[in-house]
T-cell receptor, first 111, second 118 residues
Framework: DAKTTQPPSMDCAEGRAANLPCNHS???????VYWYRQIHSQGPQYIIH???NNETNEMASLIITEDRKSSTLILPHATLRDTAVYYC????????????FGTGTRLTVIP | GAVVSQHPSWVICKSGTSVKIECRSL??????MFWYRQFPKQSLMLMAT?????????EQGVEKDKFLINHASLTLSTLTVTSAHPEDSSFYIC??????????????FGPGTRLTVL
């Protein structure tokens, strides 16, 4: 699986959009971009994933650049409960494949 | 999404004892289960991958005789930490995936088990 690079930490004001970047310059054509988050002392939670098109669900939006070398996770209206470590992972889509968690970005939503 | 439970959520034990952690997929059949370990302020590290009915595949550096994994059914996997020592104190997390029902080929994570060895 391709490596990803994320900033170690970010702050965001409550109610504002949180934009979390991820670089994955060595991504291959059959690898998807996945985002998970981990709230303190809990198991990771799936957020969203995409291949090359932008994706949106009830939790977030995922913007993938045209060359697929980077992406941005957008939480449109951050709340205090969004404070967590966010992991960007690239992987082929196969249920048997494990996930390689990098160091992630620690997002702190500030009141 | 699918629900994965772990039991216990936390455990404290004495050095030298063995501890069993259960991971259950509550509403789907998990053909593959994964066990991760997370030390404080660190990321999740995969320990092993287990497929139902077969032996687990351990990551490099993980002792298979110390961390016994059993995946006897499509809804249950267990991790037994044998002869636990203080350095085994960690947050253990399981996840489950299914090749039978392709829900984005997702892994669904349990809530984790915090093990403290005194």
């Amino acid at each position: 699986d391709a490596k990803t690079t994320q900033p170690p930490s970010m702050d965001c004001a409550e109610g504002r959009a949180a934009n979390l970047p991820c670089n994955h310059s060595t991504i291959s054509g059959n690898e998807y971009v996945y985002w998970y988050r981990q709230i303190h002392s809990q198991g990771p939670q799936y957020i969203i994933h995409g291949l090359k098109n932008n994706e949106t669900n009830e939790m977030a939006s995922l913007i993938i650049t045209e060359d697929r070398k980077s992406s941005t996770l957008i939480l449109p209206h951050a709340t205090l409960r969004d404070t967590a470590v966010y992991y960007c992972i690239v992987r082929v889509v196969d249920g048997a494949n494990n996930l390689f968690f990098g160091t992630g970005t620690r997002l702190t939503v500030i009141p | 999404g699918a629900v994965v439970s772990q039991h216990p959520s936390w455990v404290i034990c004495k050095s030298g004892t063995s501890v069993k952690i259960e991971c259950r997929s509550l509403d789907f059949q998990a053909t593959t289960m994964f066990w991760y370990r997370q030390f404080p302020k660190q990321s999740l590290m995969l320990m092993a991958t287990s497929n139902e009915g077969s032996k687990a595949t351990y990551e490099q550096g993980v002792e298979k005789d110390k961390f016994l994994i059993n995946h006897a059914s499509l809804t249950l996997s267990t991790l037994t930490v044998t002869s636990a020592h203080p350095e085994d104190s960690s947050f253990y997390i399981c996840s489950a995936a299914s090749s039978l029902v392709r829900v984005y080929n997702e892994q669904f994570f349990g809530p984790g088990t915090r093990l403290t060895v005194l």
